[in-house]
């Protein structure tokens, strides 16, 4: 187990204790941006604590299609709530985000990119949302904090 250091905001195990929905109120909204499917986003977000959507779903996605560097910074919201979690490219271009994101096969954000009013990270690495969504893990890399996560936990939209 592991305490990391600021800008992380740590969370603990309450907040995935289980609610009306798995460890959210609510199932995942039913029209998630770039073609992510519904029972795929709700097991992942709401039912599971240790598993992902399978490497390389974002590219699989409609997100490499619709988004570019045109795109500018891109919000990513959370997939049940609608809260805005992470914003990218932030620090970095488009171009670096995708490398890094393909590279490893998950859409990857940095401690710049994330929104810690909702956002938090469990001693394990796990990384989830302040209402319950699991969205990935914190993956260290010699870089620092590396934020794996999975494209249909945050492809809501704004609430």
């Known amino acids: 187990m592991v305490n990391y250091e600021a800008p992380v905001v740590m969370g603990d195990e309450s907040i995935m204790d289980p609610k009306s929905h798995g460890t959210s109120m609510v199932p995942v909204q039913s029209n998630l941006r770039w073609g992510c499917d519904f029972k795929t986003a709700d097991k992942i977000c709401n039912f599971n604590r ?13 997100f490499p299609k619709e988004e570019s560097a045109a795109s500018g910074e891109i919000t990513f919201y959370d997939s049940n709530t609608g809260r805005p979690l992470f914003f990218s490219p932030r620090g970095r271009n488009f171009k670096q985000f995708m490398e890094e994101s393909n590279a490893h096969g998950w859409p990857s954000f940095r401690d710049a990119e994330v929104n810690w009013d909702y956002v938090r990270v469990l001693p ?28 249909v936990c945050v492809a809501g939209k704004p609430n």
């Open 50 to 62: 240790h598993y992902a959507e399978y490497s390389g779903y974002f590219m699989n996605s409609n």
């Open 124 to 151: 394990n690495g796990e990384t989830i949302s302040v209402d319950g969504t699991h969205l990935g893990h914190n993956l260290p890399d010699k870089h620092g904090n590396r934020y794996c996560i999975n494209l």
